[in-house]
């Protein structure tokens, strides 16, 4: 029902060439959509996610309308909303979006009620307004969605985060958008809030069938929302796909580090057979099931925490087949649910996750196992390897 194409954004564009009309030297200008393409189906929830700066509010607010793109096109359900080749540029009040911002933009001097029934008020639906029991049907519906209805007469500042969350977002539906656009919605609430929130949201859309675009850095919250979730860096697409394929088939070493927490081991293929590789690494050999790079190609073996098995080094080793390392333990951090340890493998250190009772205290003497059908390859695109699997902080010693 959406469609990007060729989309690109230069921030200053407009101010370098009215500041060098006049003589006066400015610096270089911001890309910050390079040549974005992009589709989103009906029904899906498709989040854009990626650090700060990568482009995707920009991208988002393009498509609402907010900002001007410099080139390309977006089409909505067969309509184009912009287009640089043939100077279309639909204003956001007629592109019949819903959007919720990320300071969820509550009017404080109305009441719950009258906060959703404004959009009603001035817009048209069908191209004729709404009659007054017709706005009250579509504000009680949209309230009961959400879980607000017996909210309506409250006034709006007196709603708690996560209740002028869901205001915002039933202020998105009431007009029955064919599109939901959301900025970062729950940065704004605390870590157990926001974690209640997602499947409030994930309930909520799955009940309404409408689609929506959701713009997060949080990559837990992309995996855990999406149907399908779109990488981006530096006004790129690193990749898009299924939370699953994004997780444990990233396509370039950006995507391997910015999703989850991932060892990765620098590497040269060293045999290809059947699909089946052994890769020469500063960890020692390591097999994986699914090699689909030649051999002499440079490689990071991205191995993730949670399908590391830890055991002391003076336990006899099960029968678990797999790749084994030998370390030890440098530092450990209790999770509550999971204990996270660092492990010294030779010059790397490992990350990997334990049960809650099975934490072990530095200086432990430990094996590392691994399933190689657990091992995935990405290309080496940097020229200079690090002599660590980590590319985050270590851990503080919990003692």
Excluded at 270 to 283: K, L, M
Excluded at 289 to 313: H, K, N, Q, W, Y
Excluded at 391 to 399: I, K, S, V, Y
């Amino acid at each position: 029902m959406l469609t990007i194409a060729g989309l690109t954004k230069n921030f200053g564009a407009e101010s370098s060439r009215r500041l060098r009309g006049r003589g006066v030297t400015v610096g270089p200008r911001t890309l910050a959509l390079n040549g974005i393409d992009l589709e989103v189906t009906q029904g899906q929830f498709h989040t854009l996610l990626g650090p700060s700066g990568c482009g995707k509010t920009t991208l988002l607010r393009s498509i609402a309308g907010l900002e001007r793109p410099d080139r390309g096109t977006i089409t909505l359900s067969g309509t184009t909303m912009y287009s640089s080749e043939k100077g279309i540029n639909v204003s956001p009040d007629r592109r019949g979006l819903g959007m919720v911002f990320q300071s969820y933009a509550i009017w404080p001097h109305m009441d719950v009620y009258r906060n959703v029934a404004f959009p009603l008020t001035v817009r048209r639906a069908g191209g004729e307004k709404l009659s007054r029991p017709e706005q009250r049907a579509r504000v009680e519906e949209a309230l009961a969605a959400v879980g607000l209805a017996d909210y309506a007469g409250r006034q709006a500042t007196n709603l708690s985060g996560g209740q002028q969350q869901r205001l915002a977002v039933a202020r998105a539906l009431v007009t029955r958008p064919a599109l939901v656009l959301l900025d970062e919605p729950l940065s704004n609430l605390d870590a157990r809030l926001r974690e209640s929130m997602r499947f409030e949201l994930k309930r909520l859309q799955r009940e309404t069938g409408v689609t929506m675009v959701y713009v997060t850095h949080d990559q837990s919250e992309a995996l855990a929302l999406s149907d399908v979730v779109t990488v981006m860096s530096a006004g790129n697409i690193e990749q898009s796909g299924h939370p699953e394929d994004i997780y444990d088939q990233p396509s370039s070493l950006f995507v391997a580090r910015f999703v989850g927490a991932p060892n990765l081991v620098p590497g040269v293929v060293e045999h290809v057979a059947d699909g089946f590789g052994r890769i020469a690494s500063d960890a020692g050999r390591i097999t994986v099931d699914d090699c689909s790079l030649p051999a002499g190609g440079r490689v990071r073996v991205l191995m993730r925490p949670e399908d590391f098995t830890i055991a002391p080094a003076s336990e006899e080793p099960g029968t678990t087949t797999g790749n084994s390392f030998e370390g030890v333990v440098t530092a450990t951090a209790f999770e509550g649910e999971r204990v996270r340890h660092h492990v010294k493998v030779g010059e790397l250190t490992f990350e990997c996750h334990s049960e809650r009772h099975r934490a072990l205290p530095d200086g432990t003497a430990v094996r590392l196992t691994v399933p190689s059908a657990r091992v995935r390859l990405v290309p080496d695109d940097e020229t200079a390897a690090p002599a660590t699997a980590r590319d985050e902080p270590a851990l503080a010693a919990t003692g």
